[in-house]
């Protein structure tokens, strides 16, 4: 009986995301029956809510970069475990963290890493790799995907000390869907796909029409003693919070993103201000430094103001 696993993480637009789910593919190589599912942080319930149970067959289900808030989104999973699959659970969100230890997680899990030490892809790697030590095994695979892991962690984490982490996280954000199947044939080079490269060389094109439009919408008020600077971006939210972040001090950036129809927020290099819990007082989450929410409201809002000055001209 072949091992079938599940992996549902964070993406597909992700890096991180995508990472990690491909670590666990090249580990998983010539053994097991891999089937990836990427979802984002809204359809995380669902997407986990939609697996079927596989009673008598041996089945593992890996949870990586992204969690559930669902109470039924538990109860789900624990008929998974009593069925017989294994589920894993690994996370570096400050907002997952501290939900489970507040006990709002009731899963059986196998085992389960939460850190923030590392990103979500970076936690997968290192736990494999020391499944694969104990074992004695070999996974060529595997091994020569490390620098796309320590490009993940460090793009992640918004270090960006590893040259050329940025521009791969450019590159998923543009394939999408596609990237988990190019992350697969990538080499300890990492060097990209005629895909990837395609998608490298619109990216620029496309960040430039970002800033087009941030800079066209950018206001800025000061918010509890805060700096605060919101824009409309047409995808890139990152890119241009770490421009701005560069010429404007103390400030918080809320971006919301026409693309994906999502806010992200991020700080200035000299801002403390924990961005996770702002997010999470929205109903989202993220880290300290970069964190992000979905608003559906604000689509209302921009349709009636669309729908008011369109209105001022109609006869």
Known sequence: MSLHVRIVSHGPHCLDGVTAAVALARFYAGRADVEPRFAANSEVDAVLRSLPPEPGRDNELWITDISWKDPATDAHLRRLAAAGTRIFWIDHHRTAIERFAAGGVDVPFADRVLSEQFAASRLVYEYLGRRLAAEGGRAPAFSAFAPVVAMADDNDRWLHRVAGSRELAWVVRVLGPDAYDEFLRLDERVAYTPAMQAARDRVEAEIARSFAVA?????????????????????????????????????????????????????????????????????????????????????????????????????
């Open 215 to 315: 800079d066209a919408s950018r206001v800025e008020r000061q918010a509890g003693g805060v700096r605060l600077v919101a824009a409309v971006c047409d995808g890139h939210p990152s890119e241009i919070a770490d421009r701005w972040g560069r010429e404007t001090p103390g400030a918080v950036f809320a971006l919301y993103d026409a693309k994906s129809l999502s806010v992200s927020f991020r700080r200035s290099p000299d801002s403390d201000v924990d961005l996770s819990r702002l997010a999470a007082s929205l109903g989202g989450g993220g880290h300290p430094a970069a964190a992000g929410c979905e608003l559906p409201e604000l689509r209302r809002l921009l349709a009636d103001a669309l729908a008011a000055r369109v209105a001022e001209k109609l006869p």
